[in-house]
């Protein structure tokens, strides 16, 4: 089976040219034999990747020589060879350098074809595909995906991928932050902002062992999620990737903003510093129960020891009905309720000093009160906001915290990274996530 390839020019001369030539035995056939194998398909995108490039730059050549002013075709001055890298592998193109026309006209003007065809060292389609499989894998790991599937004449090195990444990482962060204000088809509902922190192990020499990564969603209403992350002690500021997100999804000064966090002062402060206008925070709920939940089981073990039902009294009332106060949005009721029952087990520091379980409720029911005082403006009416269907957590951060960091960079895969080595890669996971990366009009040449 001989495979060839016909191409036609612009003055509609055609060329027809061999490929490969696959052989099969009809005698021995076997299900091996069926189809084309990973080899051969890799030897025909290869050779045809040289044909058609080859075929390009001959096309692009011959409208070169043809000078806009008199018509008349320029002379080549000498033949030189290009190298450049693409998805179905290395090309290596003969192309030549015109001299300047008799006319006196320019050599290269701003129309050539040539110098814009074969602007770079790689294309960018290879530099986006090996971003996004740098960012989802481990460089070497990636490196060894493209070599299984792709044609090569060398090995893909790690440290181009990480480079190359690096490249596309930067074009699209400042193809984010430079991006003008967006209508948004939302009218004035507000933009909701979900933000959480996770920490990463840091190379070593940094200034300390682990540094936050802040990520989350920024959702309205008629557009796709949009997710965000940024690290610490880098040129771009968390607060100008969130003000790039909230801006791709309509956002405009002015407008109301919700941020859903788990009650940490910072993550608040960047949203603030992104919108430079007051917004609304509203405490997740996970984590607000989640203490609760706390309590509650540490009193289900004791509360049957000792007749603790009678010596404490305020306790057994108030522990079944937190739950139900701060659900409603009864933030001073819970708070006094909480009051009571420090107040009761401060009653009795004998129980505190004899049972440890004791003492552990009392840290608990501490905490949840330094807790509600921190966020009690941020805590509303749940129920009513979660038969509304309005949102009541930050579960979209969570998960944006899953999908960007712990995926790729916790867990499993314990690399230290350095703050701009991370932000580059969070950048590319979170356009791949939101498929901004096939869509992003990025300038790759090199």
């Known amino acids: 089976m001989i495979i060839s390839v016909e191409l036609v020019g612009v003055n509609g001369v055609r060329q027809r040219r061999e490929i490969a030539n696959v052989k099969r035995s009809v005698d021995d056939a076997r299900l091996d034999d069926f189809g084309l194998s990973l080899e051969e398909a890799k030897e025909i995108q290869l050779h045809l990747q040289k044909e058609l490039t080859q075929f390009q730059t001959d096309q692009a050549v011959q409208r070169d020589r043809k000078c806009p002013h008199c ?93 190359r990444l690096a490249k596309v990482a930067d074009q699209i962060e400042k193809w984010d932050v430079a991006s003008p204000y967006r209508l948004s088809r939302a009218g004035k509902s507000p933009v909701s902002v979900f933000i959480d922190g996770a920490y990463i192990r840091a190379v070593p020499g940094y200034q300390s ?81 989640m203490r609760l939940r706390h309590i509650e089981q540490v009193w289900e073990g004791i509360k049957y020891l000792q007749d603790l039902n009678v010596y404490l009294r305020d306790v057994a009332i108030h522990v079944p009905r937190l739950r139900h106060l701060l659900w409603s949005g009864y933030v001073r009721e819970a708070s006094e309720a909480v009051k009571q029952m420090l107040a009761q087990l401060d009653q009795h520091p004998g129980f505190r000093d004899a049972l440890g379980k004791i003492r552990r409720l009392y840290e608990l029911i501490g905490n949840l009160h330094t807790y ?12 009513r906001r979660y038969w509304s269907g309005q949102p009541i957590s930050s579960s979209p951060a969570e998960s944006a915290a899953n999908s960007l960091v712990n995926a790729r960079m916790n867990k499993k895969r314990q690399m230290r990274w350095s703050p701009i080595g991370a932000h580059r890669v969070l950048q590319v996971r979170a356009a791949v996530a939101d498929g901004r990366l096939k869509k992003a009009k990025l300038n790759l040449a090199a």
């Open 71 to 163: 018509d008349c075709s320029r002379q080549v001055h000498d033949y030189r060879s290009r190298t450049i890298h693409s998805l179905f592998g290395l090309c290596r193109v003969r192309a030549p350098r015109l001299r300047r026309c008799e006319c006196g006209s320019s050599a290269r003007l701003a129309t050539d074809c040539t110098p814009t065809l074969l602007n770079g060292r790689a294309t960018p389609e290879l530099e986006r595909i090996q971003a996004e499989l740098g960012s989802r894998l481990s460089f070497r790991e990636a490196a060894r995906v493209l070599d299984i599937f792709l044609p090569t004449a060398r090995v893909h090195n790690h440290r181009t991928l990480s480079n």
């Open 209 to 289: 062992r682990h540094f936050e990564i802040a990520m989350g969603r920024v959702v309205s209403e008629g557009r796709a999620p949009r997710q965000f992350a940024g690290a610490p002690h880098i040129a771009t500021g968390k607060h100008d990737i969130v003000r790039a997100a909230m801006r791709a999804q309509g956002w405009l000064p002015g407008r109301a903003v919700s941020v859903f966090s788990d009650g940490e002062v910072g993550l608040q402060n960047i949203v603030v510093s992104a919108t430079r206008q007051p917004v609304t925070h509203i405490l997740d709920w996970f984590h607000l129960s």
């Open 372 to 383: 509600l005082l921190q966020n009690e403006a941020s805590i509303v009416n749940y129920c």
